[in-house]
């Protein structure tokens, strides 16, 4: 008999089990919008023109080959991470309070922070997600014996964010729980907070006690503006609040598969502070090493290149604002023809609502009638990511949600 006998089947992966079922799908008008990675026009995966620069700076340089990054990672990456994600003057880096690893991007920096938490924490093993949330968020967190709680997020009435019910959580939460933000852009919702909300959750937070960890997979894709993507973080930092921060690189470099982000630590301001931030960076480094020895290089070069180039930096930003205005000119132009079909319901929340995805309001019965009767593939909840619209199929998708809802 096995040694694994009494193993149980588990589910395939929801979204990786839509994707195999589209695939399998033989009709023409099939629309994919289940997907979470940025397509052109063309519903074609992009490579961002300045990453296929980068590309070519990081494969002729004379001084490239396939050796071990250190432990922490591509340092010229991890720096510029910082830099990007929390501001290149933040108090935080003068004062040398950042310990920075490079990840196999943000999954893997969510995993990175997650065993942290569940090894060195000694106030908490609560982490605290937005229900609902990435649906990874739930097994990388309890994989290391976090356990997990929700906070209400998002309001069906009105598809935007449950203000009462989050503020209300967090008040309630026990003090030193960890709570999990999405810092632009939530997946899967669409649904962000307000500045003033912001300013209102980090108050809520310190007044309770709380840890922020950041999860920032969206930074420049969801606005098109790298500082307005990363304001929440930049605004928990100044309030001196210690905290962690998962950055992805997946998305706003289009850099999927090679898989590049990092984990940051930040210690709050004290005279102590550079000085824990070594001892948290000498355990990360531990932690690293047992589990990945050291992260892949060459995505990580591809993003430091364009990171630490100003020309190619400003070309980075046309980039951004090339995908992050192509989806939210999808968002008006659904939202345009719905109104036009009379669709029952009220539609606002698309245009409301950022980033790659958006939360229709469609039931799982709904959901489920259009992949049957359109070929509209989209996850139970409802989510659609608006990158799978386009000028051609944008048309055929109103007018199927028209006819879904009726
Ligand atoms: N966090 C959130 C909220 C995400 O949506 C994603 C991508 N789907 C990730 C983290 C991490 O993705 P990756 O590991 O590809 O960077």
Same mark, same amino acid.
């Given at each position: $008999?096995? !040694?694994?006998?009494?193993?149980?089947?588990?589910?395939?992966?929801?979204?990786?089990?839509?994707? @195999?079922? %589209?695939?399998?799908?033989?009709?023409?008008?099939?629309?994919?919008?289940?997907?979470?990675?940025?397509?052109?026009?063309?519903?074609?995966?992009?490579?961002?023109?300045v990453v296929k620069k980068a590309d070519e700076i990081v494969r002729n340089d004379p001084a490239n080959n396939n050796e071990y990054l250190?432990?922490?990672?591509?340092?010229?990456?991890?720096? $510029?991470? !910082?830099?990007?994600?929390?501001?290149?003057?933040?108090?935080?880096?003068?004062?040398?309070?950042? @310990?920075? %690893?490079q990840t196999i991007s943000g999954t893997g920096a969510c995993h990175l922070g997650a065993l942290f938490f569940a090894k060195f924490n000694q106030r908490s093993?609560?982490?605290?997600?937005?229900?609902?949330?990435?649906?990874?968020?739930?097994?990388?967190?309890?994989?290391?014996?976090?356990?997990?709680?929700?906070y209400p997020y998002f309001a069906r009435e009105s598809c935007g964010l449950d203000w009462d019910g989050m503020t209300s959580s967090l008040r309630n939460a026990e003090p030193n729980s960890i709570i999990l933000l999405h810092a632009c852009?939530?997946?899967?919702?669409?649904?962000?907070?307000?500045q003033d909300q912001w300013k209102e959750i980090a108050a809520i937070m310190k007044e309770r006690s709380l840890f922020p960890f950041f999860d920032v997979a969206y930074q420049g894709f969801a606005s098109g503006d790298l500082a307005k993507d990363a304001w929440a973080i930049q605004y928990f930092v100044e309030q001196g609040f210690e905290l962690c921060i998962a950055e992805s690189f997946a998305k706003n470099f289009g850099l999927y598969g090679q898989r590049a982000g990092c984990f940051h630590y930040v210690a709050a301001p004290s005279p102590a502070a550079e000085d824990l931030t070594k001892r948290v960076a000498s355990q990360l480094a531990i932690l690293t090493r047992s589990e990945i020895s050291n992260p892949p290089i060459y995505g990580a070069k591809i993003a430091a290149t364009v990171l630490n180039d100003p020309a190619l930096f400003e070309?980075?930003?046309?980039?951004?604002?090339?995908?992050?205005?192509?989806?939210?000119?999808?968002?008006k132009a659904l939202y345009e023809k719905l109104v036009e079909l009379k669709t029952p319901g009220t539609w606002d929340h698309i245009t409301s609502q950022i980033g790659m995805f958006s939360f229709t309001g469609l039931s799982e019965t709904q959901v489920l009638k259009i992949r049957e009767e359109f070929h509209i593939y989209m996850t139970k909840?409802?989510?659609?990511?608006?990158?799978?619209?386009?000028?051609?199929?944008?048309?055929?998708?109103?007018?199927?949600f028209d006819k879904i809802v009726r």
């Open positions: $008999a096995s !040694a694994f006998e009494s193993i149980q089947m588990a589910p395939t992966d929801p979204l990786f089990g839509l994707m @195999a079922a %589209f695939r399998a799908d033989s009709s023409d008008k099939k629309v994919d919008l289940g997907i979470g990675a940025y397509r052109d026009d063309n519903a074609k995966p992009w490579i961002l023109p250190p432990i922490a990672g591509l340092a010229s990456l991890t720096s $510029a991470a !910082a830099k990007l994600v929390l501001g290149g003057d933040s108090s935080a880096l003068k004062e040398k309070r950042v @310990a920075s %690893f093993k609560t982490i605290y997600v937005s229900n609902p949330t990435w649906a990874n968020h739930h097994q990388i967190f309890q994989n290391v014996g976090l356990s997990i709680a929700q852009a939530h997946n899967p919702t669409g649904v962000d907070p307000t070309e980075w930003k046309q980039d951004l604002g090339v995908m992050s205005g192509r989806i939210i000119a999808m968002r909840n409802g989510r659609i990511s608006m990158a799978g619209l386009n000028t051609k199929n944008v048309d055929y998708v109103a007018h199927a």
